[in-house]
Nanobody, 115 residues
């Protein structure tokens, strides 16, 4: 059983919006810090946004004011609302769960933004 499954990726034009979802199973979601990362071809994987178990959030400077991370503990799901998308946001987006000393990754979902 895959603990994290992302969905919601796709292709949009610049200025458009997408909402990514990451559904967790088999892990203690309520105590997990959840994060969205992205990796573009030739680049290192980078943090996009993170939300603690208590709901505190932090964002990469490049997405502040455009992206919003949220979580629904009743649904074991974390979301990433992405607005005003730009071509430089094109990447594979990964969900990560941090629980005590363990990390779990999803398989990734492709986001492509055309100009």
């Amino acid at each position: 059983q895959v603990p994290l499954v992302e969905s919601g990726g796709g292709s949009v034009q610049a200025g458009g919006s997408l909402r990514l979802s990451c559904a967790a199973s088999g892990i203690a979601f309520r105590i997990a810090a959840m994060g969205w990362y992205r990796q573009a071809p030739g680049n290192l994987r980078e943090l996009v946004a993170r939300i603690s178990s208590g709901g505190s959030t932090n964002y990469a400077d490049s997405v502040k004011g455009r992206f919003t991370i949220s979580r629904d503990n009743a649904k074991n799901t974390v979301y990433l609302q992405m607005n005003s998308l730009q071509p430089e946001d094109t990447a594979v987006y990964y969900c990560k769960a941090e629980i005590k000393y363990s990390n779990y990754w999803g398989q990734g979902t492709q986001v492509t933004v055309s100009s």
